[in-house]
Each structure stands twice: as C-alpha cells, then as structure tokens.
C-alpha cells in the first residue's frame, strides 16, 4: 500500500505548489524533486491562482507568514479547491503568536483541507483554538508517549472528524488519523530535530504524495510520514562520526531520491488502529 | 576561448548583484562564490541602484517576484544600464502567470539586457509574447532535439536580432545565440533537472562571466553554459549509489569551485553554426 | 572558559529569535541547532513582539532588509530589550548603501545591542557614521593585519565603550572587545571566505552562545568566534581534492555539531590585550 503511494508519485511527477518560509523552501522544493515531483514556490497574490491551477497540490506553510503571503495563501486555498487539488497545512508554530493562531484557524474556515500536518502542540493548538509551543518544537507536556498513545490516537481521530480531513501529528511516535482509523508509525531518528526543516520538507512531500493519490489522503500521509521517517533512518546509518546535522540533511533528501516502493515497503514501522 | 571566459572571471572576482528568488538564493550565491565572484543580494527599492553602481554586472531573475521585488528590478536594470554594466535575465516560469509574463516583456522593453537566459518555453514566451510551461520547467513540446536543432537555431537568432542581445535556451541540448552566431552546447546530465535552481545558479554564474567579460557576451554565456553542463557531468560521475540530489547540489558547486580553463577547454562539447 | 560558554549551550538550548536575511537563513538556523540551541526565524512586525518574548536571545542581521524586516527590527529590539535578553546585531554591508547605514545607526540609536559583530569596513562604518564597503566583503583598506592589529584594537575598544556593548569585527584576525579588554583570535582559514554567509552563521551562532552566557557577553563573543574559526580549519582539513565551497559549507556546520567544550579549549588561538 505504502509503496504504491509513493510509485504513483514517480510515475504521475505531479507538479506542487508551496507557499512556504524562506528559511527551508529550499529543501523542500529539492526533496519535491527527490521524491518525484515537481515542485513551483509562488506566495504572490498577484498569480497564485492561475500558478495553482496549472498544479496537482497546494502545500500551505506558515513558517514565516506577512500580511502579503497571508492574502496569497487564502486566494491560492479557494483557488486550490476549486481544481479539486488537494491542500495541505502546515500549521508552524501555531501558538506561538496570536497572527500564526488565527491565519491558521482562519484557514481551517476558508480552505478545505485534504491534510493537517504539524507537531502535536501546533496540532492541539488548532484543535483547541489556543495553545502554547517551545518556538517551532512541540512543547515537552505535549510529547506523544507509548503511555498516552490511546488518548492522543482518540484527540486526532475527533479532530480528524470535526475538521474533515486527515490530521497528522508527527513526533517521536506519528499519528496520522481521518474520523475513524489512525496509522500509528515508528519510523525515524532523534538527530531529525536537529535539522532544521524536516516537518516542513515532509509536509511538501505529503503534498506530492496527496497529488499523486487524490482518492486515498489517509495512506498518502501516512506513506509520506513513514518515507521520511525510513529515510531519518537509513540516513542516520550513512552518518561518519565527523558528519553533523548538515550532512544528515543532504542524506536524508539523498535517501528520498533513491527510496523506491519495495524498500518503504519492507522498512514502514507502523499500525493501524 | 571559454578558458579564458573562465579565468577572467577568477582573475577580475567581480562584484554581481543578484535580485532573485528566495528558493534557490543561496546556491546562486555560492555558485559565484565558486567560480571567482563575489555576489551580493539585495532586491530593495530603497538601495538597488546604490548596490549595483558598485558591482560590475547585475542579474534579474523574477522566480518569486511580488510588487517590491518588481520595482527594484526596474530600477536596478536601469542604474546597471546607465553604469554599462551587464544585465542577465532570467525569465522564470515565463508564461506560467500573467504577471510573469508582462513582467519578463516590460524588463525587455525598459531594461537593456546582455544577456536572457531561460528554459525553451521560457525564452518562446518572451519572443512570442505568450506562452505555456509545465511550471518552472520547459513544455515538453518545445523540448530542442537534433531533428528541431537548425529551427531552434534560426529561431533564438532571430529573437537576439530582435531583442538587441544574446539569448540562451538551455535543456538537454543548449544554444546561446546572437543575431549571427550561435552556440550549440552538448554538456550536462538529465539528473540536473532534478535539482532545483540549476537554472537558476547558471544564470547567477553567467552574470559573473558577463561582467568579467563585457566586450564578449556571446562568448561569455556559452562559455558559463558550458562550465556548468562539464560539471554536472563531472559531478555526476562523482555520484555513489546512496547519493541523491542534495548531494549533487554540492557537488555540482565544488565542481565549478575546482574548475580551470584548461579542464573546460577539454570538456566543452559544442559547434558554431 | 571558552569550552564552559559552549557547553551552556548545549545544556540550556536557548530559544534564538532570527530576523535575518532570506539568503543564509537556512545555514543560520541549522548552525544555531549544531551548536546547541534552537532557531526561529521571524520578520513580521505584527508578530516579533511575541516571539521574541518566548526566546532567549535575538539576531538582528540586515542582509536583505525591507520597510517590512526594518519595522521588524526594531520591534523586536525594543522588546527583547525589555525582556533583559542579549540581543546581537550583524550589520551587514553598511557602508554599501545609505539605507542600510541608516538603519544600522539607528539601530544603534534604539536598541541596546549586547554584542555587534560584523566585518572591519561594516564596523567602522557604525564608528564613524559613514564608510564603504566592497559589497558584503570588508574593504581591502581596512583588513586588521598583525602591522595595524594595536591600532584596530584601540579603536574597537574605544567603539566599545561609546556603543556601550561588545563589538567584534572579524576577518583574517578576528577582534572581539569591550571598553576594557580585547580578546585577538587567530582561529580560521581563507577558504571561509569563499562559502556566503559565514558572517550571518557566526552572529547567529553568537546570539546562542550570548543567550546561555547573559552575564559574559565578551567571552560568549570570543568563544563563538573561536568556536566557529575552528571549526573553519577541522572542516578544511576534511575536505579532498574534488571538494568546493558547497561540501565546505556542510563540513563547517557538521564540526559546530561535533565541537565538544574540550576541543575548543585545545583549538582556540587567542590572545588578550
């Protein structure tokens, strides 16, 4: 299943628009383009509709939102609906200011959503209407653990159902949900906090992922998650001992490109519940 | 002939403006750094024109152009005219939104460039007046073969008459051409285009090959062109099988970091016609 | 007391507020997470406040300023002020621009600065009111050498003491002073140079050691400085015949992630005047 979410990316090559941050557009346009996609950056309100349309995904990071990018991101989202594409957030550091906050939440109303994906803090932010993080990490208290897995499996799958989409929380422990079932995944490695940018080059590529798999949003974020989290994996294996976060982030896109169905397949660490 | 392009450039170390996109900045920035520029990024109205008196040339690439960044633009090509410094331009995704198109067609009528340089749907629009790509890369309709070669020619020879300048098309195989002569380049590797901003740091390269070489520009972008096919492919053989194209990025730099107009003089592969 | 200043980063992992340019942005925030803290980047004023309240530490780097970024600031500045957190400003290519030697004045003028950090012709630019720059490099008239070294660092003291704040200028021979001492670093290699945005990595990486270090602002300068010319000289021995400017990039970031407080003690080539 997961692996054939992730050929239908290479054979469709779906083209995905990101309105990002300029701090990791970079990396997402590249792991876009490892994955096999192809990506196109426009935050313009000027286009963003006629660049969308021409689109088979929108992926929508508030990373570092302004009043100009903010207007693009509704016009791209109507726009994106319209075409039927699907439209994926990711919520950055919903929380953190009271402009993230309510862009986010005023996001949920205006645009119709295929995926939610953030850490569990920007996640329970949107879901509660307030919230608190540490900057653009989850909050500590907010950490999913093998202890409060039913609970937090159980707030995704409410979520999930009161927004109408699929809504990942990714972390050490991943969840992504729709109103009734939850893919709970164990991929991944510690040092991919230390890189700055994997939550959001993973919510390009569960856009590309989305694009190439309109009918099954679920399995498509759920394939993106645990293809990111393998390549956190077989990146961190690659690693010499005077390799550092920089390096790790060149082998983590690295590991992306040469990633094919059977490996994701036979690496995939998750359930169903 | 391109050897000497090349070291003049690491002779001279010119100053290049750079007013470009926010998805490929950086690399375009070491790509000038690598080849014996010295770049400087600056895209506000306010100071565009003091930055770019004390640079040798300048180069415009409208990736992700909004209302402040199309104002410097305009001003910047101007001062750099009055200057008599090189302008390159880079017509990104030319035809894929309105305002990118009128914005391309109105640089060309204000602004005196040197140099264009696009993909062959990119550089179609601009001699057209309208056009389609696949996003920020070329229709596959327009790709240039051996069977279309002498049309395209013909073609970007015409549109240099018309233009008053050099234009480059580049692809698989790329034609730099003037209203006489044309360049018919066979460097690079297919794996190119799956790193983002390749485009993007040859026209950033060509820019400083440009200023290094004022009096040639035909000469000048062939010669960039080149370098920058000779080392995607040098790169490309540096490649082991866990590599990807975050790693190429990289090595595709240290390639033009390391190369001579020696090495280039070998390697070019290319005909005047 | 260098290794202690590094290891109360990696212990405290303060939160670092970056309003920086979109250029080196991403290099600046995987430094901050090598060395120990962790980075948010944010430049819209209608949300500054906020987020700088919740970190440790503020960067102030006008590589790419606008009206927007400028507002941002000083927005930022006044508050981070109020906060009592250590707040750095990298004044890049002052000189090259009325705008930005404008904005750096009154930068001065409107913040209280715990650390200046820029090249020699940026800071006398600040000193003096006035200068010139050779874009984003230092002016070859103004390089400290070991014939000038009693010279600049008299001057930089006495900028010390009116600036009321640590000022380092960098370069071949690094100064970082106070109105009273001046620590003279000889950590570093040329090729530093050729890699953009060492300068905005270094400041971003002193807003995190100057975070965990409130109270030693000099000697957080001094070990970030050290910390990061050493790192410098580890990379470059790293590199092999085929490497550039791009894999000396990655190397230079992956040493700040491995560099132990130990190391530092052994590498650090300082002196104090």
């Not at 949003?217 to 989290?229: H, N, Q, S, T």
């Amino acid at each position: 299943m997961f692996g054939e979410m992730l050929e239908n990316v290479r054979t469709k090559a779906p083209l995905v628009h990101n309105i990002t941050n300029y701090v990791t557009v970079n990396d997402c346009a590249n792991i876009v383009l490892a994955c096999g996609g192809s990506p196109i950056m426009s935050d313009d309100a000027s286009e963003v509709e006629e660049i969308t349309a021409i689109c088979g995904g929108l992926n929508i990071n508030i990373g570092t939102l302004n009043e100009d990018t903010r207007r693009a991101m509704f016009a791209a989202g109507k726009k994106s609906n319209q075409c039927g594409h699907p439209v994926v957030l990711d919520p950055v550091a919903a929380g953190a200011s009271r402009i993230r906050t309510e862009t986010a939440l005023r996001l949920l109303q205006k645009v119709r959503f295929a995926i939610i994906r953030g850490n569990v803090s920007e996640i329970k932010t949107l879901a509660l209407g307030r919230g608190t993080t540490n900057g653009v990490d989850a909050d500590i208290a907010d950490t999913v653990t093998e202890e409060n897995l039913d609970h937090a499996v159980a707030f995704l799958k409410a979520f999930a159902a009161k927004a109408g989409c699929v809504v990942a929380a990714t972390g050490a422990i991943d969840i992504a949900a729709d109103a009734d079932r939850a893919y709970v995944i164990r991929n991944g490695h510690p040092m991919m906090s230390r890189v700055t940018g994997t939550g959001c080059m993973l919510s390009a590529m569960t856009a590309a992922y989305a694009a190439a798999n309109p009918e099954t949003p679920l399995e498509a974020a759920a394939a993106a998650i645990a293809a990111m989290g393998l390549c956190g994996e077989r990146a961190r294996n690659r690693l010499s001992a005077r390799d550092g976060n920089a390096t790790y982030r060149n082998y983590i896109i690295d590991e992306v490109y040469n990633l094919d169905g059977k490996t994701l397949e036979g690496g995939a660490k998750y359930e169903v519940r």
